[in-house]
């Protein structure tokens, strides 16, 4: 049935309460629970419990967290530092939408806790803060914390998905990190495009970046695709601070996004769709990913015309605009997560980091089986859990990026 996209576009599988899993690989096992509930307290209880149950009576050595932003997210740090043993490593952040067993969740209220067990693995948790406008500094002590680790293998990351440029943090964490595979994405909101929250120091953070660095012998996998297409010329960036692109060819950027669309009164959540720009990349031969990497708009200046991309894009870019593909999307998918399991057979968990603009935004009632199904079919055996995010970050070409439109999937093994 994997060889064909029908079986994925045509069955649902209806999201339930509570989602027990748990999977042993070796030394290594991971409990998840779900909850939709709309009390903080009981969301995390609810999730919590589930995630300990599928562990058997293991340890919880340290906990993955995202929720949607309908959540108090003071409340969701209350709660988790309350109700996890002391001293339990928590990192998290909030999210447009939350995947978990196969199942996309873009309610207000939807809370997914992954809780880790290993006899071989260490987990530290990293943030820092005051990200905006600071971003290398910010990398430079992530950097700092992870390069202390002599034994760590993974950073998984999570930065504010609106505050400052988030591509300006690899630099610094590729030199001083050069032997650890940085994955992840952004915290998100209820596509607002207000306030996002990381969760670490068990509190709910904004303009910050937070991380869990898996130390030990891990094996990670990864596949990162997109399924955009560009459509027509390219056009030069000619005046950039890199987060705010002010004029492309010499004309204010808003009004030459607009020549596409028309005129738009306002930006909102689909204008983030219509108006993706890609920047050239070179990808190494054979590698499933496109010549473009994505970047998305959050946010315009209707006087100056300047519009946001907190991904990045510098004076002088070449850029053509890009169309997301919803068929190329779901196929996309279908090819990593069938080329993932090929690599990452014995995988005790599969993180799932998916563009919040690939969810319901374009498919509706459909993204679960269009993105989110499709994953955990190719490892039934496996948890899968994730996040809708304001972007996504994995490495490409043998540097650390910054992607949206984009699905990063990684599959993590008891090494060696």
Not at 144 to 170: I, M, R, T
Not at 269 to 275: E, G, I, K, V
Not at 348 to 371: E, K, N, P, Y
Request: with cysteine.
């Amino acid at each position: 049935p994997r060889s064909t996209l029908f079986p994925y576009t045509t069955l649902f599988r209806s999201p339930v309460s509570t989602v027990l899993e748990g999977v042993r690989s070796g030394q290594s096992r991971c409990g998840v629970g779900f909850s939709r509930a709309v009390d903080e307290c009981e969301a995390v209880e609810e999730a919590r419990v589930a995630s300990a149950e599928a562990l058997d009576g293991a340890g919880i050595d340290a906990v993955l967290v995202f929720a949607t932003a309908g959540y108090d997210q003071d409340a969701i740090a209350v709660q988790l530092a309350t109700q996890l043993p002391p001293g339990t490593p928590v990192i998290g952040c909030s999210g447009e939408g939350v995947i978990c067993h196969g199942v996309s969740s873009e309610q207000a209220n939807a809370l997914v806790l992954v809780a880790f067990s290993s006899d071989s693995l260490r987990f530290v948790p990293v943030f820092s803060e005051g990200l905006s406008g600071d971003e290398e500094r910010c990398g430079v002590e992530l950097a700092e914390q992870v390069s202390g680790l002599p034994d760590a293998q993974v950073l998984l990351l999570f930065p504010d998905g609106l505050a400052g440029n988030v591509s300006k943090l690899f630099p610094a964490l590729d030199a001083g990190c050069p032997n650890v595979e940085i994955l992840g994405g952004t915290a998100g909101d209820m596509l607002a495009f207000n306030k996002t929250f990381q969760y670490a120091d068990g509190r709910a953070l904004s303009n910050a970046v937070c991380g869990l660095v898996i130390c030990g012998p891990v094996d990670v996998t990864t596949q990162v695709n997109h399924g955009c297409r560009p459509v027509g010329r390219e056009m030069t960036v000619t005046e950039s601070d890199g987060r705010l692109v002010g004029t492309m060819d010499d004309r204010p950027a808003w009004e030459v996004m607009q020549d596409y669309v028309g005129n738009r009164p306002r930006f909102d959540a689909m204008d983030s769709a219509h108006f993706a720009l890609g920047r050239r990349v070179e990808v190494p031969s054979g590698v499933d990913y496109g010549d473009y990497i994505i970047r998305m708009p959050l946010g315009v200046n209707l006087e100056t015309g300047e519009v946001m991309f907190p991904g990045g894009l510098e004076q002088g870019t070449v850029v053509r605009l890009t169309r997301r593909d919803p068929t190329r999307i779901t196929e996309s998918v279908v090819r990593a997560s069938c080329a993932l399991r090929e690599s990452a057979p014995n995988a005790f968990v599969v993180l799932q980091f998916d563009c919040a603009g690939r969810g319901g935004l374009l498919f509706g009632d459909r993204t679960t089986a269009s993105i989110a199904q499709p994953v955990q079919d190719a490892f039934d055996d496996c948890p899968v859990v994730g996040l809708h995010t304001f972007g996504e970050i994995a490495s490409l070409g043998g540097a650390t990026e910054f992607h949206n439109y984009t699905v990063v999937l990684v599959a993590l093994s008891e090494g060696e």
